[in-house]
Structures are given as structure tokens and as C-alpha cells.
């Protein structure tokens, strides 16, 4: 049996880690490869966190392609090679003509729930302006997709199962730039990266809806070191890059931001 206090000690998302920990308790005992549901950013960063831990099990984390943010974990034991091939996917095109009456991402999101299918069955959705989206899925809910996902907002559409290489991906832009700090503190890393006030800043932070390494942050002052990740609700990411020491003992940064 895994350590399973230990593993949700401090965990923010203990129903779905442990739910993780049942699925790696499953491929212990029957040599299988299990596969969680999607999983969000933070839910998947707690269960990689817990896990790097063991030597009885490892595993492997997959969304469609490189940026994807919800990912499925495939789960063996130690023994058995491990692929992100392994963890099994699927694609839909929802196909209509949305010139008239565009729909976001909410409008896609909103309307696959609507058909009864829950949120962890569901992956990224890639918007495809006046044509519609694509979405990831697990595999078995592709037929049922296919037969009742058939209006979004007011457009008539038609959802079929299309090849993960298929997808119609954009490189997420980038922004590099350096900021000079007295300190290594979030709200003024943050502040800098985002092209945000530092009061705004830290009422973002008091918010909750600033996080470190997927992690709420709720202290201005938390420490940021080189390799952090921050994000931002509706905002994008801040990777943390080489930090430098400068002659007036201030902090070189180098950030990078993801839009």
C-alpha cells in the first residue's frame, strides 16, 4: 500500500489526489497501465509533486500536444516502460458557422457539459474563431460527443472524432524582458512581468488569484526564485528566468511571459 497520509499532507486538491492514489494502487496490483481523468494544472502539479516521491510506481502526463494545459496521467509500476503514447486520447472538430454569432471558449465548454459528459472527461478546447473549436477528450465519450453535441450558442454543429495531428495549434506568444529589483518578492516580480501596477499587484495576490508554481499565493512577499512559474486568472504565465546579482546588490531578471 502507498503512503497515503504522507501523500495528502498539505495537499489543496485531496479528492482528486486521492482518487490518483487508488488508480496507482490499481496498476500496482493488476501490472496494468491505469489512466486518470484530465486533470487541471494545480491538480496535476500536487499529484507529480506526491508521486516523485515513490519508487513503486511512475508516471507520465499528456494533454494532445507540448502547451496543453489539462493532461491525462498514465500510471504503472516501476517495472513497466512508461510513454506519453501511453495515455490514451482522442480529438473532436465541432464544425459550424459561427460568422454571425461567435461563440468563446466558454460557449464550447458550456455546451460539451451540456450534453451530460462531466469536466474531467474533457481536455483543452482550441477555438477556431467563425469555424468552430476543437476539443480533446478520453476516447470513449467520442461516439456519444459525436451523436449529441449538436448546437452551440445559437449555431447548428457537427461533431465528429478527427486525428490528434489534426489539431490546429498556434505557438503561444511570447514576450521576453529583464526587470532590475531591490527584492526577489512576488508583487514585484509579478508587477514587472505583468505590466501591472504594484498596488493592483497586490490586491491580485490578496485576491487568491495569483499562483506560484500552481500554487495560491496569497503573501505579496513570497520569494520568487529562478525556474518559478506565476499565473494569472484571464492573464496568461510569468516563467522566471536566469536571476543575476547586480554591483548594487539589486536582482537582474530574466522573465519570459506566455500570452
Known sequence: MLPREDLLKGVEHREVVARVIDQAEQAIKTWEVI??????????????????RLTEVHLVAWGGYPQAERQRLAIARSELPLEASQVDLAAVEIAGNFLFDPASHRDFLGALLGTGIVREKAGDIIVLGERGAQAIVVPEMVEF???????????PVK????????????????????????????????????????????????????????????????????????????????????????????????LTRLM
Open 35 to 52: 489512466p486518470t481523468d484530465f486533470l487541471s494544472p494545480p491538480e496535476l502539479n500536487e499529484a507529480q509533486q506526491g508521486f516523485s
Open 159 to 254: 461533431t465528429q472524432r478527427i486525428d490528434l495531428a489534426e489539431l490546429k495549434l498556434r505557438e503561444p506568444k511570447k514576450k521576453e524582458l529583464t526587470t532590475v529589483e531591490a527584492s526577489m518578492r512576488l508583487d514585484a516580480i509579478a508587477s514587472a512581468g505583468f505590466s501591472i501596477s504594484r498596488s493592483k499587484m497586490v490586491d491580485l495576490i490578496a485576491a487568491g488569484d495569483v499562483r506560484v508554481n500552481w500554487k495560491e499565493i496569497t503573501s505579496s512577499s513570497h520569494p520568487l526564485k529562478s525556474g518559478d512559474l506565476v499565473t494569472i486568472r484571464g492573464k496568461g504565465r510569468l516563467e522566471v528566468g536566469e536571476v543575476a546579482v547586480t554591483k548594487k546588490d539589486r536582482y537582474r531578471v530574466q
Open 145 to 155: 460527443l459525436e451523436l449529441n453535441l449538436t448546437q452551440v450558442r445559437s449555431v
